[in-house]
């Protein structure tokens, strides 16, 4: 399954799970953490576009940037469910939690306890394909979106 081991799909409910993997543009909230950093990777290799949605933006920025950006749905940790089922709500959005992200001590990992899973990675990936919706802060207006595709994301890493 493609929310990936990083962020055990099994925890999320299954109905959400196919959903997850048809749909393309996906909300992420959550503070700086594991549960973002692996929701994030779970849309891209599902093959998914990941829009962070900003934990300072009211009610009103929330809807402009989901509706502008056409998110199908919300990933949201535990501390942000209350907030985003509300704007869930008033779209046509699905919601689903982020589970936590189980941690290992550094032992864990060099007696062998981690195993690499199979390649987890959608086969259909192109580097021209959006894969990161990011948002303006909308001082001067609404809030607007920059597209970022694989490659352009691959040339900030490397």
Not at 107 to 131: M, R, S
Not at 132 to 149: A, E, M, N, Q
Request: proline share 5%; net charge negative; glycine share 6%.
């Amino acid at each position: 399954m493609g929310l990936c081991f990083l962020c055990n799909i099994n925890t999320i409910d299954p109905k959400h799970y196919y959903f997850f993997i048809l749909i393309t543009r996906i909300g992420v909230v959550a503070k700086p953490c594991a549960e973002f950093v692996a929701g994030v990777l779970a849309i891209w290799l599902n093959a998914g576009v990941a829009v962070p949605l900003a934990l300072s933006y009211p009610e009103a920025e929330l809807l402009h940037v989901m509706t502008d950006s056409d998110v199908s749905m919300i990933l949201s940790t535990d501390d942000h469910r209350e907030l985003m089922q509300k704007v869930a709500a008033k779209t046509t959005a699905q919601f689903s939690l982020i589970p936590n992200v189980p941690t290992m001590t550094s032992q864990a990992v060099d007696n062998g306890v981690v195993h690499q899973k199979e390649n987890v990675f959608a086969n259909n990936i192109k580097d021209d394909d959006p894969t990161l919706i990011l948002y303006t802060s909308g001082t001067t207006g609404k809030p607007k979106g920059v597209v970022h595709t694989h490659s352009s994301i691959l040339a900030q890493v490397i």
